[in-house]
């Protein structure tokens, strides 16, 4: 066999000579040459439906850096079942109001930390001061267009570094028929492959009425992205269902209507796994305060027979603490949980760091701590009892950059945008050094920097979505 090797070798550098020589004029550097965009799509017009007779504009291809495209009111933008839709970084992508992008075949927006992407309704002005504008009156929660809707046949959706705002309009039947979803559905993005992925990272995702993500099924990596003003009056901010698998990390949620994140087993389809979610490092913020049920709201939510892990998350004055729902109970046996910070500006947030009515189960490496409160849940506690939650108020300030704690001027359901705070860690933070490095992330869809997930970054030593060396949430 070794008498072939160097005559094989030679073939292919007297081949590698001669593509030189071919090449040679045209590209100085066949290794950064950046091929055309497939089939560019126009910005020259509206995407339009207007004298079709019916709702559908067909789309695939490219949509290219620095371009605005506006998809006219009431269309459905389809992708169908074998064609991509890329965005380039720096995409504007105005939806029109009743308007929807529905999902059969692959969408990638490819946006940057440079050059974002914004799939977005024009022309609205935000008003995020704490106070400044009541819910009924803000058009963050008016639903200007349907959202995105990944249909059964979706086998990638990927949003990188991009800006989705004002979603949430009802499905009507026309697009639930072509997405094969529900009509009357209000989410600002729907996933339902079990087979498929679902890639969000390093995003932003603006107002919406019911929940902003909702997982049917899928393999998911969401990984820090930022959440404002999600949900009217309900809403779980990412609601994962029967048949989702994978990780959330490094997210910050603030002003959600219920949870931020769930997991639930329920509604797993024939073929589809159990509901399996890996929870790690992420920041909840005033979360719980517009959902409207009594007993819900909050942060982070296991029920219904799910399983996975949730470590290192910072939950600041929500509603309800961290919930294992026992009734339909989610799967303990294969649950697992710690190193998770609580903070209460009053006693009756605090008497909820451990709902009532739930089998959440009080950790050592939580903080506060069983262990070193002397009066917080005191001995012959039993889970889902009332408890005074007195010994654990304004205990263990996160001295974030700039938030005030304890919150003073408005209530705390007026705290729904992040605006001008900054909820990185000071270096004197209690925060600092107690997370558990020891658990891994569960990644269940391709790595890759454009077709898959470009980062998936590991649990961190510091609690919660930023970390004192940098890493973590880039926004």
């Not at 710690?338 to 709902?355: E, L, R």
């Not at 729904?416 to 658990?439: D, E, M, R």
């Amino acid at each position: 066999m070794k008498k072939y090797i160097v005559p094989i070798i030679c073939l292919i550098m007297a081949i590698g000579a001669s593509s030189c020589q071919k090449w040679k004029g045209e590209h100085t550097d066949i290794y950064t040459y950046t091929p055309p965009a497939a089939n560019p799509v126009s910005d020259k017009a509206p995407l339009s439906c207007s004298g079709t007779g019916s709702t559908v504009v067909p789309v695939k291809g490219t949509m290219l850096s620095g371009k605005i495209y506006t998809v006219e009111g009431g269309c459905d933008l389809v992708i169908n079942p074998l064609d991509t839709l890329l965005l380039q970084p720096g995409v504007t992508l105005n939806m029109g109001t009743g308007s929807s992008l529905i999902v059969l075949g692959t969408l990638v927006s490819n946006g940057s930390k440079d050059a974002p992407n914004w799939i977005t309704a024009p022309g609205i002005t935000k008003n995020d001061a704490p106070g400044g504008v009541t819910p009924a009156n803000d058009p963050a929660y008016a639903g200007k267009w349907k959202g995105i809707v990944g249909g059964s046949t979706c086998n990638l959706m990927v949003l990188r570094w991009t800006h989705i705002e004002y979603a949430g309009l009802q499905e009507g039947d026309a697009t639930s028929k072509i997405a094969g979803s529900g009509a009357g559905n209000q989410y600002s993005i729907l996933f339902a492959n079990y087979k498929g992925n679902f890639i969000l990272e390093d995003s932003w995702l603006y107002g919406g009425i019911d929940d902003p993500i909702r997982i049917s099924a899928g393999k998911i990596a969401i990984f820090r992205n930022t959440f404002e003003k999600n949900g009217l009056n309900g809403g779980d901010c990412i609601n994962a269902k029967g048949g989702t698998t994978g990780t959330m990390a490094y997210n910050l949620f603030i002003g959600t209507a219920t949870n931020g994140q769930k997991a639930s087993n329920k509604g797993q389809a024939t073929g589809a796994p159990q509901t399996n979610v890996v929870m790690y490092n992420n920041t909840f913020v005033s979360g719980g305060y517009r959902q409207v049920q009594s007993g819900r709201g909050g942060c982070i939510n296991f029920e219904e027979g799910a399983a996975g892990m949730y470590y290192n998350n910072v939950a600041i004055n929500c509603r309800f603490g961290f919930r294992v729902v026992g009734s339909p109970v989610a799967d303990v046996a294969h649950l697992s949980y710690g190193n998770n910070y609580q903070w209460a500006d009053s006693v009756k947030v605090a008497n909820q760091f451990y709902p009532t009515g739930y089998i959440t189960q009080p950790q050592p490496t939580d903080i506060p701590s069983i262990k070193t409160s002397a009066n917080y849940l005191p001995a012959g506690y039993t889970l889902g009892s009332i408890y005074d939650g007195t010994d654990a108020v304004q205990k263990n300030n996160p001295m974030f950059t700039n938030f005030p704690l304890p919150t003073s001027g408005h209530p705390l359901a007026q705290y729904t945008a992040v605006g001008n705070y900054n909820f990185h860690l000071q270096a004197s933070s209690p925060l600092i050094g107690k997370g558990n490095t020891t658990i891994a992330p569960l990644i269940t869809v391709p790595l890759d920097k454009i077709y898959g997930l470009s980062e998936a970054t590991l649990p961190g030593a510091d609690l919660g979505c930023y970390q004192l060396n940098g890493s973590g949430n880039k926004h």
